[in-house]
């Protein structure tokens, strides 16, 4: 472990906390102009999150020691996440930790403490909304976990940097069972990220919600902070993606000298995920709560059938 | 490079397979079915192309000619004609269904493959994806309860067996698959009949009115 | 050339009839061709006898002892049942349970049917087999739903789609072989020809040889009427016209046994193990024993006769499964016996069922009082096909029996049970219903009892006497299949 590997290592983990925010900005932007309207900016969010820290914040009387460690809680499990997945380099010191059911495990942390803290306070909208969460969960993890399992498959390791090196200097192939799994993972990524069709990052509706029923008590400083996470693991969820299914142009090792590349190249195809996930969000409607489950079993369906295919056709 | 392109259409017909199972409205299912026929004849065609097997490419037009165009033009007919445009079909179980037709998949994964190894066609892998579509239409004609989509089962379990036929040896020889066509068109037109037949006597396409015979 | 005139007359029959059908003298045409199709088959007999096995337009048809009797009893029950059907029919129409458009359907349909099964015998290629014997669903399904009931629509549309789904499965098993014979023979139509195949056969492999005759055992064992792919047979006899009962039990599930045991033999040379006779003996016996415990429980005639039908291709696929040269032989003369029986059976009972109006059993009773002819021909047919002696019954199961007891201890015990409860449940049932209190009444139409007397005799020679050309040919094919 060397000197530049940490700097690196460093230099990565700030850069995906500094750039979530304008991520999350950049969608709604583009989704602002789907619908012809001139949207606020992608800046809007830091705005957002500079205005609820100097907020003075404001915490139920019933509420417990939980519920004021969640949202930091959060914010860390997210952070960490962001942190290992490679984004710019493979070689990094924390690569070893990158592993793929570690990640998955990260994440379902997040939200078991999100779900008990919305049902902390005892209010009904936060009952409804740790159920709903719960239920999501519930059927995007085994779809997330097959659709990794894929990629696992074809570089033998699951080890996300070992995933990234081996598709990264592959030739150019198509894998049929790597476009199903792809698929899939866009699938739970909307679900996990509370996007449309599964949910809606906008609604004002009450019993229509799922995340933000879970949030609806946190105020000020614990709301910028679960906000900042969420907007992280959207981004999460996106680099994951862009490891997996489109690695070229990452910076191998510790490589001063690729790393403008390989910034440029993953602001590059994260603006694309963006711009993608705003069309995808403009096009489709809202399910209803009861078919998010529909849905989520077509993902571990599509995953499943990734994963069959691959050992058909690639074996 | 056509191997890559033929497992792709595969997969799609594998997906399309699942689809059908679990498409309530019946006009979806015709368009499915079209769908089906499009890619199984692409696929012919990019196997005939490349291996220059002259009878594939008569194959893919017969695909294309019967299977995207009259075929669904002649079911969507008959659903105008029968009234059932807006038929939807309760289904119940899906997920169980689709755990079953992933059961099917592995198994015919598993019976393919010792025969995909020893075929030396560039199309081989795609055996096991054939037999896996044929049993999932097999599964999706038990799980239904209308006559129609029944139909569109069989139809498509026909469309496996094709492109099983083309994914272990480049085809069955022309007279056979002409012969084939011909049962197919003709199987058809009698489902036709009997579409009439049967909302004639029973008042509705729905078959569970036809529980009638059985042993006591 | 013959071959030429035996798929060539009721192909023409069909369309002539398609045209004709509906006019008063159709069924009279429909004779015409079934007897033009019959002196056809004879001649193609005669040449056989003359000058041995052949095969026709580049080997795409071929006749060898093993088709040759089954188009001759093809031809010959065709022709039975088309006299059996001119007055069953005229009788029918004139209760109005068919009109005059439909009987043109069922007069074109039938010499179709004719064809469809003459090509599946004579063809050399494995896939036009699966055609002609899919064609011939199709020609039989309008066939069976005729009368336009509930219970003959539903009936109709499980045999469509159950036979449907199985043939499927015998085309995969089709594809299979033609992917084993491309390795040997290479692409092309020579890879399905059955002859050639059968020169080649040890060098097929093995695996896909055993996993196609999987497929196609199932596929046509179907058509066969096996357990448990037998669900479409009792309703598609019970609620379909009797002359296409006759047919179907008599002709229709023969042809479908012989598509599996062609098969077999190429299997079984690929193979060289016991793998399909242990995968046949197993479904004739479930078959037989299924078909047994079910018949006592029906109360519809022709379900009776339809479950009889099953129970009979059980003991036919048993002994084929059992191999050997004596049990071949067994089974192609039960083939025969059993398709001859079952049709002369269905004749008289179509004319029972018209004299009394119904096909509940419980309501048919006396029938030798009012109609003796009709009355003794049904206790006869039952008889000969419960296997008493001397009918021709008797012999082959007496000679799959011995065999079973000698070769396979095990499986005698059910085979006795299924024949013994047969026995019990069919008799139990027909004598009431031939001796006892008469409630038939008359028809305007004399019925044709000569096809079912003409059957009953044949059965009856063949019980005491095989002529030697017969027992020639089932010799060399029980060579071939054993």
Not at chain 1, 290 to 312: D, K, N, Q, W, Y
Not at chain 3, 240 to 252: C, D, E, F, N, R
Not at chain 3, 415 to 425: K, M, P, R, T, Y
């Given at each position: ?307 069959l295919v691959?050992f058909l056709t690639?074996v | 490079?056509?191997e890559?392109?033929v497992n792709?259409?595969a997969?799609?017909l594998l ?28 696929s012919t065609?990019?196997v005939?192309?490349?291996t220059?097997q002259?009878h594939l490419?008569?194959s ?44 099917l998949v592995i198994f015919a994964f598993a019976l393919a493959t010792p025969i995909s190894q020893l075929a030396g066609t560039v199309t081989r892998s795609t055996l096991g994806i054939a037999l896996a579509s044929v049993l999932l239409s097999f ?18 379990m026909e469309n496996g067996l094709f492109f099983a036929a083309t994914s272990a040896t480049y085809g069955m020889p022309l007279v056979v698959e002409?012969g084939i ?36 | ?122 063809t050399n290629n494995l896939g036009i087999l699966w055609v002609?014997m899919e ?30 789904v199985g043939l499927a499965q015998a085309l995969f098993g089709t594809i299979l072989i033609y992917f084993a014979a491309e390795k040997v023979l290479g692409g092309g139509t020579v890879s399905l020809l059955w002859t050639q195949l059968y020169e080649v056969r040890h060098q097929l492999e093995p695996t896909v040889m055993s996993l196609a005759f999987v497929f196609l055992l199932v596929g046509y064992g179907t058509?066969v009427?096996l357990?448990?792919l ?26 479908a046994l012989y598509a599996v045991i062609r098969s077999k033999v190429l299997v079984d040379g690929a193979l060289g193990t016991e793998f399909t006779g242990q995968l046949m003996m197993g479904f ?36 084929f499964g059992?191999g ?156 071939l299949i054993?």
């Amino acid at each position: 472990m060397d000197a530049a590997g940490i700097a690196f290592q460093i230099l990565q983990s700030v850069f995906v906390v500094l750039a979530a925010p304008a991520l999350l900005g950049w969608v709604n932007q583009c989704r602002a102009w789907l619908q012809n309207r001139k949207g606020p900016g992608i800046l809007r969010p830091y705005f957002l999150l500079w205005r609820l820290f100097h907020k003075e914040a404001v915490v139920a009387h019933n509420a417990s020691a939980l519920f004021r460690a969640t949202p930091y809680v959060l914010f860390g499990c997210m952070w960490l996440a962001a942190g290992i997945v490679p984004v710019l380099a493979t070689d990094l010191p924390f690569a070893f930790a990158a592993d793929i059911i570690a990640l998955v495990g990260i994440f379902a942390l997040a939200r078991v403490f999100i779900s008990l803290a919305a049902m902390d306070i005892g209010t009904a909208f936060g009952g409804i909304g740790a159920r709903r969460e719960m239920l999501i969960g519930f059927l995007a993890e085994p779809a997330m976990l097959m659709t990794l399992f894929t990629a696992a498959f074809l570089s033998g390791s699951t080890a996300l940097t070992t995933i990234v090196e081996t598709l990264a200097h592959r030739e150019f192939a198509i894998h049929p069972g790597l476009a199903c799994a792809a698929v899939a993972f866009l699938m739970v990524l909307l679900a996990e990220n509370a996007r449309i069709p599964v949910d809606n990052p906008t609604t004002h509706l009450e019993l229509t919600m799922i995340h933000e029923a879970l949030i609806l008590e946190y105020s000020a400083r614990h709301l910028a902070l679960v906000e900042w996470a969420a907007a992280i693991k959207l981004f999460a969820y996106m680099t994951i993606g862009i490891a997996l299914f489109v690695p070229w142009g990452i910076a191998e090792g510790s490589d001063w000298l690729g790393l403008p590349l390989a910034v440029a190249a993953a602001a590059a195809k994260l603006a694309l995920a963006g711009a993608g996930l705003a069309v995808l969000e403009t096009v489709s409607a809202k399910f209803r709560v009861f078919r998010a489950p529909e849905f989520l079993s077509t993902a571990f369906l599509l995953a499943v059938l990734g994963m069959l295919v691959h050992f058909l056709t690639d074996v | 490079m056509t191997e890559q392109w033929v497992n792709l259409a595969a997969t799609i017909l594998l997906i399309i397979a699942f689809a059908m199972l679990s498409q309530r409205r019946v006009l979806s299912l015709v368009r499915l079915f079209a769908w089906q026929g499009l890619v199984l004849s692409v696929s012919t065609a990019m196997v005939a192309y490349s291996t220059g097997q002259s009878h594939l490419w008569i194959s893919a037009a017969l695909t294309l000619g019967l299977k995207v165009i009259v075929l669904p033009i002649v079911l969507h007919s008959l659903i105008v004609r029968l009234n059932v445009r807006w038929d939807v079909e309760p289904l119940i179980n899906v997920p169980t269904t689709m755990l079953a037709g992933i059961g099917l998949v592995i198994f015919a994964f598993a019976l393919a493959t010792p025969i995909s190894q020893l075929a030396g066609t560039v199309t081989r892998s795609t055996l096991g994806i054939a037999l896996a579509s044929v049993l999932l239409s097999f599964l999706m004609m038990i799980v239904r309860r209308k006559a129609v989509p029944q139909v569109i089962g069989f139809l498509a379990m026909e469309n496996g067996l094709f492109f099983a036929a083309t994914s272990a040896t480049y085809g069955m020889p022309l007279v056979v698959e002409l012969g084939i066509a011909l049962d197919v068109l003709v199987g058809t037109f009698v489902f036709g009949i009997f579409f009439f037949h049967i909302r004639e006597t029973f008042d509705s396409l729905d078959i569970r009115h036809m529980e009638k015979l059985k042993e006591d | 050339m013959e071959i030429v005139w035996v798929l060539g007359v009721p192909l023409l029959g069909s369309a002539l009839l398609a045209l004709l059908g509906h006019k008063r003298y159709a069924p009279e045409i429909n004779i015409v061709f079934s007897l033009a199709t019959l002196v056809a088959a004879a001649l193609l007999v005669v040449r056989v006898i003359g000058s041995g096995p052949m095969t026709a337009f580049d080997e795409q048809f071929f006749v060898d002892p093993f088709n040759v009797f089954l188009v001759a009893l093809t031809c010959l029950v065709g022709f039975t049942t088309a006299v059996f059907s001119r007055p069953y029919m005229r009788v029918e129409e004139e209760h109005g349970r068919v009109t005059a458009v439909r009987l043109r359907l069922y007069h074109g349909a039938y010499q179709l049917f004719m064809f469809t099964m003459l090509v599946t015998l004579l063809t050399n290629n494995l896939g036009i087999l699966w055609v002609a014997m899919e064609g011939a669903t199709l020609s039989t399904v309008l066939l069976v739903s005729l009368y336009r009931t509930p219970a003959s629509i539903e009936a109709a549309w499980k045999y469509f789609i159950l036979c449907g789904v199985g043939l499927a499965q015998a085309l995969f098993g089709t594809i299979l072989i033609y992917f084993a014979a491309e390795k040997v023979l290479g692409g092309g139509t020579v890879s399905l020809l059955w002859t050639q195949l059968y020169e080649v056969r040890h060098q097929l492999e093995p695996t896909v040889m055993s996993l196609a005759f999987v497929f196609l055992l199932v596929g046509y064992g179907t058509k066969v009427g096996l357990v448990p792919l037998h669900n479409w047979l009792p309703d598609a006899h019970a609620e379909g016209p009797t002359p296409i009962s006759a047919v179907l039990s008599g002709l229709l599930l023969n042809v479908a046994l012989y598509a599996v045991i062609r098969s077999k033999v190429l299997v079984d040379g690929a193979l060289g193990t016991e793998f399909t006779g242990q995968l046949m003996m197993g479904f004739g016996l479930l078959t037989v024993v299924v078909a047994a415990l079910f018949l006592s429980r029906q109360r519809d005639i022709k379900r009776l006769f339809g479950y009889s039908s099953i129970e009979h291709m059980g003991i036919i696929t048993f002994a084929f499964g059992m191999g050997g040269k004596v049990a071949a032989y067994a089974g192609l003369l039960h083939m025969t016996v059993h398709s001859l029986t079952k049709s002369g059976i269905f004749f008289a009972v179509g004319h029972a069922v018209q004299k009394t109006g119904t096909q509940n059993m419980a309501d048919i009773r006396g029938l030798i009082e009012r109609n003796p002819t009709i009355g003794w021909g049904l206790a006869l047919g039952s008889l000969a096909i419960l296997g008493v002696p001397p009918f021709g019954v008797f012999t082959s199961e007496f000679m799959i029996l011995t065999t079973a007891m000698h070769e396979h201890p095990w499986a005698t015990p059910f085979l006795l049970f299924g024949l013994a409860v047969a026995f019990a449940a069919i008799f139990g049932k027909v004598q009431p219903m031939v001796f006892g209190q008469s409630n038939a009444r008359r028809l305007p139409h004399q019925p044709a009892l000569l096809p079912v007397f003409l059957h009953l005799l044949l059965v009856l020679m063949l019980g005491l006497y095989i002529p030697p050309y017969l027992d020639q040919w089932y010799r060399q094919a029980a060579a071939l299949i054993g």
